[in-house]
Structures are given as structure tokens and as C-alpha cells.
């Protein structure tokens, strides 16, 4: 029962394993985990939905504008940018 519990009440983790499975795939145990924790938590599934459908309209943005992003970002911005990263 202690096993049930922390799948149920952690939906910090629960959110950021279901974007990262975007990028990696989740062993079976965390997507087992996400799986069970997304069929109680309507806050979490919403949440999933919602991203899912944030990165298909942005994808079709994107798709429409062709290969060239309509802004430039200047060097020192990205260095600044990778210093506050740090």
C-alpha cells in the first residue's frame, strides 16, 4: 500500500517523466508509474493532454512558417543566456 501512495502523490515527478518520455523512453517501472498515476489524477492527465496538444499546434506553427524561424537571436544573447544557465 506504501508503493500505491507515493505513485499517487507525486505529481511533480509524474509531470516531468511525461515530458521527458517525449524526448527518451521511460524504463517500464516509471511508465508503468506514470501510467497508474495519470488513471487517478485527473490534474495530470489534464496536464498531459494539453502539452500533447501545445506541441502539436506549435509543430504545425512551425511546419507553416518552412525552415527559417521568423527571428535571429544575436550571439551575445546566447552567451549571456549560456552563463545564466551555469
Known sequence: MKYLHKILNNCDEVSLLALRSKEEPLSYIK???????LYY??????????SKLMDK??????NKMGDKP????????KKMLKQNLK
Not at 521568423?70 to 544573447?77: A, E, L, R
Open 31 to 37: 511508465r508503468l508509474e506514470v501510467a497508474i498515476h
Open 41 to 50: 489524477c485527473r490534474c495530470c492527465s489534464n496536464f498531459v493532454k494539453q
Open 57 to 62: 499546434s506549435l509543430g504545425n506553427y512551425f
Open 70 to 77: 521568423p527571428f535571429k537571436v544575436s550571439d551575445d544573447f
